[in-house]
């Protein structure tokens, strides 16, 4: 026998000790499981942020035209975003199957500082924050709603 | 040359579609809504930047802000398809259990 026919003999000897051990494990009533449980410390991070974003929309709507409309004042905003975004981002890297909501925290870091960017340039008009709203929905929306059905119908 | 939001709409809606078969009858009213919101979207962008009201950096930092909340919106759908799957193993290794406690005539698994 080849030295290549020994290794794959080897390789489907441990899928089958592996499928079967899949299989017992199955059937003894553990189910299986591709994506990560619910997590509730997540679902309230991510409400919470949501909170402080729309807050900060419609502050920026009534400053719309006056000089309290600048970046300088709403860095605190700013700060406190990045703070509550990177610590849902710890959280969610350190839960295991859970790569898709990684990749919708990081999606929305990378919205936040943009909008930053955006505030930056100029104030933002009332046209541009209807548009960014709707687009941050989106992105909380997907997260939150992929979040509970985590729960599985529990 | 304005976009047409009807046409925008229903290319994103068959994207959407395309990444989701098995799970589609519970997603479409979501994908729908979201496929119109984007094209939406999109067509503003390009009115406020035809209007002198945002220039090009802003333009692509709106675009950019818009093609994550899509992306956010397509690992949603994409997720909710890798959970249809988990369930219907499970559901599929229950009527296996089943099955061979039945054949047992005694609940062994």
Same mark, same amino acid.
């Given at each position: 026998?080849?030295?290549?026919d $020994?290794?794959?003999?080897?390789?489907?000897?441990?899928?089958?000790?592996?499928?079967?051990?899949?299989l017992?494990?199955?059937?003894a009533?553990?189910?299986?499981?591709?994506?990560?449980?619910?997590?509730?410390k997540?679902?309230? !991070?991510?409400?919470? $942020?949501?909170?402080?974003?729309?807050?900060?929309?419609?502050? !920026?709507?009534?400053?719309?035209?006056?000089?309290?409309?600048?970046? +300088?004042?709403?860095?605190?905003?700013?700060?406190?975003?990045?703070?509550?975004?990177s610590?849902?981002?710890?959280?969610?890297?350190?839960?295991?199957?859970?790569?898709?909501?990684?990749?919708?925290?990081? $999606?929305?870091?990378?919205?936040?500082?943009?909008? +930053?960017? $955006?505030?930056?340039?100029?104030?933002?008009?009332? !046209?541009?924050?209807?548009?960014?709203?709707?687009?941050?929905?989106?992105?909380?929306?997907?997260?939150?709603?992929?979040?509970? !059905?985590?729960?599985?119908?529990? | 040359?304005?976009?047409?939001?009807?046409?925008?709409a229903?290319?994103?809606?068959?994207?959407?579609? @395309?990444?989701?078969?098995?799970?589609?009858?519970?997603?479409?009213?979501?994908?729908? %809504?979201?496929?119109?919101?984007?094209?939406?979207?999109? /067509?503003?962008?390009?009115?406020?930047?035809?209007?002198?009201?945002?220039?090009?950096?802003? /333009?692509? *930092?709106?675009?950019?802000?818009?093609?994550?909340?899509?992306r956010?919106?397509? *690992?949603?759908?994409?997720?909710?398809?890798?959970? /249809?799957?988990?369930? /219907?193993?499970?559901? %599929?290794? @229950?009527?296996?259990?089943?099955?061979?406690?039945?054949?047992?005539?005694?609940?062994?698994?």
């Amino acid at each position: 026998m080849k030295n290549t026919d $020994l290794f794959f003999s080897h390789v489907w000897s441990l899928s089958r000790t592996y499928i079967l051990i899949l299989l017992v494990v199955a059937l003894a009533g553990c189910p299986v499981r591709f994506i990560s449980n619910y997590d509730e410390k997540t679902d309230e !991070a991510v409400t919470d $942020l949501q909170k402080k974003v729309e807050t900060f929309f419609v502050t !920026a709507e009534g400053q719309a035209g006056l000089s309290e409309c600048k970046y +300088e004042n709403h860095k605190a905003f700013y700060q406190e975003a990045k703070v509550a975004i990177s610590t849902i981002e710890v959280r969610a890297n350190a839960i295991s199957m859970n790569d898709i909501t990684l990749q919708h925290v990081r $999606l929305l870091k990378d919205s936040l500082r943009k909008l +930053e960017d $955006l505030h930056k340039i100029s104030c933002l008009s009332v !046209a541009q924050i209807a548009l960014l709203r709707s687009n941050f929905d989106s992105s909380f929306t997907a997260i939150l709603k992929f979040e509970l !059905a985590k729960k599985r119908g529990e | 040359m304005s976009l047409d939001v009807n046409a925008l709409a229903a290319t994103m809606f068959e994207a959407f579609r @395309g990444k989701l078969t098995q799970k589609w009858p519970e997603v479409k009213d979501y994908a729908e %809504a979201e496929s119109k919101k984007f094209a939406e979207s999109l /067509a503003m962008i390009e009115t406020l930047k035809s209007t002198g009201q945002i220039n090009e950096e802003q /333009a692509r *930092l709106h675009f950019d802000i818009q093609k994550n909340a899509t992306r956010a919106v397509l *690992l949603t759908i994409e997720g909710l398809g890798i959970l /249809a799957v988990e369930q /219907a193993i499970n559901a %599929a290794i @229950g009527v296996l259990r089943d099955t061979v406690n039945q054949a047992l005539g005694f609940a062994l698994l």
